[in-house]
């Protein structure tokens, strides 16, 4: 992965059975129909079905890589540690041998419904990147936090407290650019039909890569930043035309591939 192409990923949270696997083709041939002169699509497309769809999409997308779709497959969240006694929990490591490129840590869902908190989401980070995935790590305010006033402090003390040091030990990794993407999510915009105005992304996106470059120094430019929260096909043009907004983070909009794509 590299900042040098947008990313389009599609979360397609507890939603999806076997026979969505229709909606991934249908995904696929249209990715394959708007291949450019140069025969690559215009973006990295990167679906993070339910865990018990990865190993199935993955196959598919490898065949689908092979005829030149960048398409991957990730996990939408892992446990930190690579086994052990943790009824129900799937590891980073089971996530890569079933075939996944990537995985969503942090989600504000997780955040809510899990109570995971930052550490937690830099532990699950350090995971993805020890089993050789990328890790998506969301942040993003919540309402109240935007209406104080806060919402750059917030998500700044999220990215500084959710983000690993560089990525250690795996050869797939060779740069911070491949190992890490960042997703704003306001956590109000999410599900929810509204979105910041652009100059709030913007602010938002300019404060992430200023933390980035601070942290990780000039690698900080390679890390692709999303926007995710309510990205519709009415509103995705604006939103990614934005200044140091690198692609998207797509919720509702990507269980149906016109919608995706
Ligand atoms: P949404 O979800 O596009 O349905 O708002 C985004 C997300 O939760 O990642």
Redesign the pocket.
């Known amino acids: 992965m590299s900042r040098t192409r947008a990313l389009i990923a599609g979360?397609w949270k507890m939603n999806g059975l076997s026979g969505d696997a229709a909606e991934f083709e249908a995904m696929l041939s249209g990715l394959a129909a708007r291949r450019d002169a140069s025969g690559a699509p215009r973006a990295d497309a990167l679906i993070c079905p339910p865990a018990t769809l990865v190993f199935g999409f993955a196959e598919r997308a490898r065949s689908a890589q092979e005829s030149g779709l960048p398409v991957a497959i990730g996990a939408q969240d892992c446990h930190a540690q690579a086994a052990g006694a943790h009824t129900g929990d799937l590891s980073a490591e089971m996530f890569a041998d079933a075939g996944a490129a990537a995985v969503i840590v942090g989600?504000s869902?997780r955040r809510a419904a899990h109570g995971e908190g930052d550490e937690t989401v830099r532990a699950k980070a350090s995971a993805a990147m020890r089993a050789g995935l990328a890790a998506v790590i969301c942040l993003g305010e919540s309402r109240e936090e935007r209406e104080a006033g806060r919402a750059l402090d917030v998500i700044l003390g999220q990215l500084a407290a959710c983000t690993p040091d560089a990525p250690s030990g795996d050869a797939r990794l060779e740069t911070i650019g491949d190992a890490l993407v960042v997703a704003y999510?306001p956590v109000w915009?999410?599900?929810?039909g509204l979105t910041p105005s652009l100059e709030d992304i913007r602010e938002a996106h300019a404060a992430l890569r200023r933390g980035l470059v601070s942290r990780f120094g000039e690698a900080g430019e390679t890390i692709r930043l999303l926007y995710?929260?309510?990205?519709k096909p009415g509103n995705a043009a604006d939103i990614l035309s934005v200044d140091d907004v690198d692609g998207a983070?797509?919720?509702?909009?990507s269980l149906k591939a016109a919608d995706f794509l």
Request: aromatic share 0%; proline share 0%; no cysteine.
């Open positions: 979360n989600h869902e999510e915009a999410i599900g929810t995710g929260g309510s990205v983070l797509v919720g509702g909009a």
